[in-house]
């Protein structure tokens, strides 16, 4: 073989080797590069995850908000303070919520404020003294629209606070079931009375007890007789006393 043709063949084999050694390390380069790139993308996977994460923590907190904001009702702490205070600074609605919670001793102050406050502003709607539909409801039922839990129900079957019968009921439209109707459906009947009576009080509240007998309840009826007399005496003392 000639001196020439060795030389080429070296020169070759040596020029694969560097090709090869080059090829080597620009695999291991972009192996390398390819790790970290890996690497990279995994970084950022994690994060993308955990910004993920945040949002539906920070979507669950705003839902949270929005719940409450959408609820807020008598549960609202300053809410339930305002209504105290509200009670607080008007006479009769003070001492109605007293009478309230002496007949309830286990309610609160803020469900005794409420009801207070729909005793006193029905009255005034209706035009009658709140001390009035106040005594009416302690002779029919200690102020008591629940007892035990349950609807206070006579064995008539008058209900609620005001005791109003399914007559009454359907006369006024109001479901006697329900706190706020039951006081509205009372004061409205005895608004009714007032002027169908000429503001005769004894024989308003005969009418509210027994219905239209007034004049037979008054003499025959012990129950009658006795809710008028009970009635009379708590308005009267509630007006000097408060």
Not at 151 to 177: C, F, P, W
Not at 191 to 197: A, F, H, I, P, T
């Amino acid at each position: 073989m000639k001196k020439e043709t060795l030389i080429g063949i070296s020169i070759a084999f040596v020029l694969l080797a560097i090709l090869t050694v080059f090829f080597a390390i620009e695999l291991r380069q972009t192996k390398n590069q390819l790790a970290h790139m890996t690497e990279i993308a995994q970084f950022y996977e994690k994060k993308v995850e955990q910004l993920y994460q945040e949002v539906a923590q920070k979507d669950a907190k705003i839902e949270q908000l929005i719940e409450k904001v959408n609820e807020r009702e008598i549960t609202d702490y300053w809410t339930k303070q305002l209504l105290v205070r509200l009670v607080d600074s008007i006479k009769e609605a003070y001492y109605i919520r007293n009478e309230i919670l002496y007949y309830n001793p286990n309610l609160d102050r803020v469900d005794a404020s409420y009801q207070a406050l729909w005793y006193y502003t029905v009255a005034l709607e209706e035009d009658l003294h709140p001390y009035l539909i106040t005594a009416v409801a302690v002779s029919e039922s200690n102020l008591r629209h629940f007892t035990n839990g349950k609807l206070t129900q006579s064995h008539a079957g008058a209900k609620g606070a005001m005791q109003l019968t399914s007559i009454i009921e359907r006369l006024y439209n109001v479901d006697a079931s329900v706190f706020e109707e039951n006081i509205k459906g009372g004061a409205s009947f005895l608004k009714d009375l007032e002027s169908m009576y000429d503001n005769n009080l004894e024989l308003m509240l005969a009418h509210y007890n027994a219905g239209s007998r007034v004049y037979k309840a008054l003499k025959e009826f012990p129950e009658t007789i006795n809710f008028v007399k009970n009635t009379i005496h708590i308005y009267k003392t509630m007006l000097e006393k408060y």
